[in-house]
Nanobody
Framework: QVQLVESGGGLVQPGGSLRLSCAAS?????????????LAWYRQAPGRMRELVAR???????YYADAAKGRFNISRDDAENTLSLQMNSLQPEDTAVYYC???????????WGQGTQVTVSS
């Protein structure tokens, strides 16, 4: 059973940085993890739909939503079996619950973590 657990959220001032982590169990991160699967970070702000922030897919390619380009970086640590999201130059509009997602292509199924709250405020 795949489980994802996010951590690293919190309160930060505008212009600050946070690093989110997603610890995975029930699946092994290695050089083949992205052959059939997609790793991603989503976020959901109050009153808004959940939206894609960044994803990592086959060939270690990455995609960033416009709001994340140039400020956020998605990365994977196979030794620690974790997915991370480094967020810089945070702004109040980045306030949301951030979720880690694993989409397994063979099962055609997505797994979600419980989310971690990020609040950007002075």
């Amino acid at each position: 059973q795949v489980q994802l657990v996010e951590s690293g959220g919190g309160l930060v001032q505008p212009g600050g940085s946070l690093r989110l982590s997603c610890a995975a169990s029930g699946i092994t991160f290695d050089e083949r993890i992205l052959d059939e699967n997609i790793l991603a970070w989503y976020r959901q702000a109050p009153g808004r739909m959940r939206e894609l922030v960044a994803r990592m897919y086959v060939g270690d390619n990455t995609y960033y939503a416009d709001a994340a380009k140039g400020r956020f970086n998605i990365s994977r640590d196979d030794a620690e079996n974790t997915l991370s999201l480094q967020m810089n130059s945070l702004q109040p509009e980045d306030t949301a619950v951030y979720y880690c997602n694993l989409f397994m292509g063979r099962e055609r199924r997505g797994y979600w973590g419980q989310g971690t709250q990020v609040t950007v405020s002075s």
